[in-house]
């Protein structure tokens, strides 16, 4: 049953977020719904599929966990200092700096970091789709991004060192509350001192 709901949020979740890269078919959502409930729907599908998810894989890893493999212990250090510099760069697509000017589209950088920092850690089936399922999408949107041309886009103000500085130290922070509180109490799973 949890891989099943795993499955299913991760259809919902990387479906809706395909979607928007479907300019034409976006288009036509946007005509025919209006702006705000298209975004309305975007955010509960995009919301579902995040508690299906979470759901999901949290009843796989009680239930249902598969080893594929066995990642070295030296993996989860690596792990580590991989999230670091993932969890900065989405913070970057926020505080917009020169790190946003730079990268572009520093959230999906961070994302595609995220995916594969935890595909090192993790030797499971269920992860390996959850992290795998996520890295793909990332590729994919970054791909549709650079081939995507719309006229008529407002270019964003984007800040400079000192954004860099506010989101680096912001990342910091945000680290720091995912690996000592959130990981452990929302995920189950404590990533320091293991």
């Excluded at 790190?99 to 520093?106: M, V």
């Excluded at 030797?123 to 996520?134: A, E, K, Q, T």
Aim: proline residues 5%.
């Amino acid at each position: 049953m949890g891989f099943l709901l795993l499955i299913l949020g991760l259809v919902l979740f990387i479906g809706i977020h395909v979607l928007t890269t479907k300019r034409d078919l976006r288009a036509a959502l946007f005509e025919r719904l209006g702006e705000g409930s298209y975004k309305a729907l975007f955010s509960l599908v995009s919301i579902a599929g995040i508690v299906l998810i979470a759901k999901g894989y949290s009843l796989y890893r009680a239930t249902e966990w598969t080893d594929v493999w066995h990642p070295p212990a030296a993996f989860r250090h690596i792990t580590l200092a991989l999230m670091l510099p993932s969890v900065i760069l989405i913070v970057a697509a926020y505080i917009r700096g020169r790190i946003y000017a730079r990268l572009k589209h520093p959230m999906l950088a961070g994302v595609k970091l995220w995916a594969v920092a935890h595909l090192l850690a993790n030797g499971d089936l269920g992860s390996m789709i959850l992290f795998g399922s996520v890295l793909a999408w990332a590729v994919y949107d970054r791909i549709a991004l650079k081939h995507r041309d719309e006229p008529g886009n407002v270019p964003i103000p984007v800040g400079g060192l000192g954004n860099d500085a506010i989101a680096v130290g912001v990342g910091i922070v945000a680290y720091l509350a995912l690996a000592f509180v959130f990981h452990p109490l929302v995920i189950g799973v404590p990533v320091v001192g293991v």
